[in-house]
């Protein structure tokens, strides 16, 4: 098995988006990844942008760790269609009670996140790892990729939280990236 530089738990959408841009860019994204030597660790699901990115890792001969809650069968729509949502052939498979143990897993195996386009889910895992950076239960950065500019109101809203005093002025424990290379570059 191929050794790996660090560890990065990615955070993203179970769907693919209204764009196909997006699917490129995680496929693309995923392929980098696994060729600059980082294991991945992302949610452990066969669907969205999810799918896309484990395929996109294993394709390129990475490694990707999933960390699904046991039982769990996606949001309702995909319960609805009766689709299985646990992705088959990744390098490991870490099955967790429940949700607040997959984050807590996730942010324990990782030296650093990235978070891609997702909704509340991914907003959510952002917001729980850039607190433990806050509060000292870590330093790991949260990496944010903006892109074409969607989360140009999240960059806004902290910043803004930054004017009011709410974050220290030098809280730098999320920072955006606007491109794929612009990503790679700050992972090292």
Sequence with gaps: ???????????????????????????????????????????????????????????????????LPVGFGGKREVQAQKVNIVKDGLTEMIWVK???????????LSDCALVLPGGFGSMDELFCYAVGNEIALHDKIAYVLDFNGYYEGLRTQISHMKREGFLPSDSDCIRFATSIDELMEMLG
Excluded at 21 to 38: C, I, P, T
Excluded at 98 to 108: G, H, I, L, V, Y
């Design 98 to 108: 429940d949700f607040a143990e997959r984050k807590a897993t996730m942010e324990n």
């Design 1 to 67: 098995m191929k050794t790996y530089k660090d560890t990065v738990a990615v955070y993203l959408g179970s769907s693919v988006g209204s764009s196909p841009e997006y699917a490129e860019m995680v496929a693309g994204l995923g392929r980098r990844l696994a060729g600059n030597g980082h294991r991945v660790v992302y949610g452990g699901a066969n669907v969205g942008l999810m799918k896309i990115l484990a395929d996109a890792v294993l394709e390129a001969d990475g490694q990707i760790v999933g960390v």
